[in-house]
């Protein structure tokens, strides 16, 4: 589980860049070149939603289908490997390539609800606190800062572990790890926006609060809030696999690129691949989807404070 | 200063008793223990009198109180496993978990230090580029399957370092280099940020001005001033830091507390796990604090502004 923190703060450090380069005519160009990533991250992102969706009918084989015969088969391109098997085969003669694209559904729905309810929780309170101030807003504050001082990691293991490792658990677990991240955005940029001489008149035009949390202020704040929540789907994908790894997340034999990773591991002395592919098929996708946060930044707005 | 260090002492006090609750919340009110504990045809009177027994009749804040005064006086009750103090299980796992988190600490110190100055002095050339491209995919790296697959490569293959354990300086090579590889990208990034947004301040045009030497410049006036940021920075990812620690421990079976802690929730052994969590806390807040005086001590802006 990488930190959910490090994102953000990488973040920051872009920021100060992209501002400090602003005054330089090769500006343009290099925005370019990072939107040229932004397409590339998008198609593959693209590719891996629509294989997972689509896996009935991508996937070679039944993830489930057990064939003892061919177990621990090495991938196609080894010694003993089969043109049958691409990625070679597990300890019970699952074919791995179709577990590897099976295995994306969970992380993928995982990922996008759990980013749905923290980004909920973590706009909603972000307003209140910047919009209202005063003691509201140093509760929420005291409680991010809890959150954000504690590695999640451990704790999430803890909920899990009592409430039991089910797919809905392991949603609530992780959409309730992220919010933090939204609240201290949204309320930095709120307490700026609240100042702003369109937030007076709506007051003075008797517009009600949350009018103008909702009608004024939000709308100001939605490319924002896009950026962290696909930075974040990342994060989650990672923290969920982490879980699933240590047997405390997705259970088998449903497949999940963490679960595999650990099974995997067992059987490393010998097998690589059964722990190498679905590690990879993770990395792969936390990448794209970074570089797509960040090329989505770059696009909504290269000064974004983030 | 006093007021300033006040404050930040409330804030910690604040951050312990809010992370005991939650823990303290993790077994009382989320799960019964007693379930946990008895075999599922057990009796009812068997539950209430363990239920007495443990002190699970009374209300709850009567029972948090015993575990908050207990926890203060490092009584966390006794491992429902070992049936040893869980205090004291926890505190003779600490040692390695603090040595993995230093020298993990100083791997990523040394890979993002320089790399992070040297690519913002030469910003754009390719060593810019370069670590550019690789803080993205480090940040997308999920580090369990890293240690996985330097196991792999370095242990079964090569045969060059022992795949998990604790004890020679060789065990601490691949956990450090993960944890490292975990911490250096961010890092790394922030340094360069931090590094660039100094080199465009007046002092150092100032400086240049006076015809101080462009390395001096850079050592004494643009490095030290660059230090702030990157010491809050690495401070505030302690927490993270020590998550990831988790992460390592679990990967290439290290006998720290993160190990013990994921035994323990297997074990359903709660007393360690919440003492566990909150020794942790402790700590991470402990070191938060710490840094915030250095800061403070580095920095007189922030002591008086903040």
């Given amino acids: 589980m990488k930190a959910i923190g490090a994102g953000r703060a990488a973040a920051v450090g872009d920021t100060v860049e992209s501002r400090a380069a602003s005054t330089r005519p090769g500006r343009a160009l290099t925005r370019l070149r990072r939107l040229k990533w932004g397409v590339v991250a998008l198609l593959i992102v693209l590719v891996i939603i629509a294989s997972a969706a689509f896996a009935p009918w991508v996937a070679p084989d039944d993830p489930l289908a057990v064939d003892i015969r061919h177990r621990l088969a090495p991938p196609a391109w080894m010694d003993g490997g089969s043109p049958r098997h691409l990625l070679g085969t597990d300890q019970i003669g699952r074919d791995l390539l179709s577990r590897v694209i099976y295995g994306g559904r969970v992380s993928l729905v995982i990922g996008v609800a759990a980013v749905l309810i923290s980004a909920s929780v973590g706009v909603l309170l972000g307003l209140g606190g910047g919009y209202f101030g005063s003691r509201p807003d140093a509760v929420i504050m005291t409680l991010v800062n809890v959150m954000l001082s504690f590695p999640f990691v451990l704790l999430a293991l803890a909920v899990v572990a009592v409430l039991g490792p089910s797919q809905p658990n392991m949603i609530v677990v992780l959409g309730i790890a992220g919010w933090p991240f939204y609240t201290r955005v949204v309320r930095a940029e709120t307490l700026a926006l609240r100042e702003r001489e369109f937030v007076t008149a709506g007051r003075a035009l008797g517009m009600s609060h949350l009018r103008i949390m909702f009608g004024q202020i939000l709308p100001n704040l939605a490319s924002l809030i896009v950026v962290i929540a696909t930075l974040q789907v990342a994060q989650v994908i990672i923290l969920e696999s982490f879980l699933s790894f240590l047997g405390l997340g997705v259970q088998p034999p449903t497949p999940a690129w963490g679960n595999m990773l650990g099974e995997g591991r067992v059987y490393m002395l010998n097998s690589w691949w059964i722990a190498a592919f679905p590690g990879l098929a993770i990395f792969i996708t936390t990448l794209a989807i970074n570089l797509l946060g960040n090329a989505l930044r770059d696009w909504l707005d290269p000064h974004m404070k983030l | ?306």
């Fill in chain 2, 1 to 306: 200063m006093r007021r300033y260090l006040a404050r930040q002492l409330v804030q910690l006090v604040v951050v312990v008793v809010g992370i005991s609750m939650l823990s303290f919340a993790l077994l009382h009110v989320v799960g019964d223990p007693v379930l946990l504990l008895l075999p599922q045809n057990a009796g009812k009177e068997e539950f209430e009198r363990y239920r007495k027994l443990l002190g699970l009749d009374q209300p709850l804040p009567v029972q948090y109180w015993t575990f908050a005064t207990g926890a203060v006086r490092g009584d966390f009750g006794r491992s429902w496993y070992a049936d040893t103090p869980a205090f004291r299980l926890v505190v003779e796992r600490m040692p390695p978990t603090l040595y993995l988190t230093l020298a993990g600490l100083c791997v990523g110190l040394l890979i993002a230090l320089p790399l992070g100055i040297l690519a913002a002095l030469k910003r754009h050339s390719l060593l810019d580029t370069l670590c550019t491209m690789a803080a993205v995919a480090g940040q997308a790296m999920p580090i369990f399957w890293l240690g996985i697959m330097l196991i792999i490569v370095f242990a079964v293959q090569l045969k060059l370092l022992p795949a998990s354990g604790y004890g020679t300086w060789r065990h601490f090579i691949m956990p450090a280099v993960t944890l490292g590889a975990f911490l250096a990208p961010i890092t790394m990034r922030l340094v360069r940020s931090g590094v660039i947004e100094v080199m465009n301040r007046e002092y150092i045009k100032t400086a240049r001005a006076k015809g101080v030497a462009e390395r001096m410049v850079v050592i004494k006036h643009a490095f030290r001033n660059a230090c702030i940021p990157v010491i809050t920075v690495v401070g505030l990812q302690f927490g993270q830091l020590l998550g990831g620690a988790i992460v390592t421990e679990t990967v290439f079976a290290w006998p720290g507390v993160a190990t013990l802690t994921v035994e323990s929730i297997r074990n359903q052994d709660f007393p360690v796990v919440q003492c566990a969590v909150v020794l942790l806390a402790v700590i991470i807040v402990v070191v938060n604090l710490l840094v915030d005086v250095v800061v403070g001590l580095i920095d007189p802006r922030i002591r008086v502004g903040a």
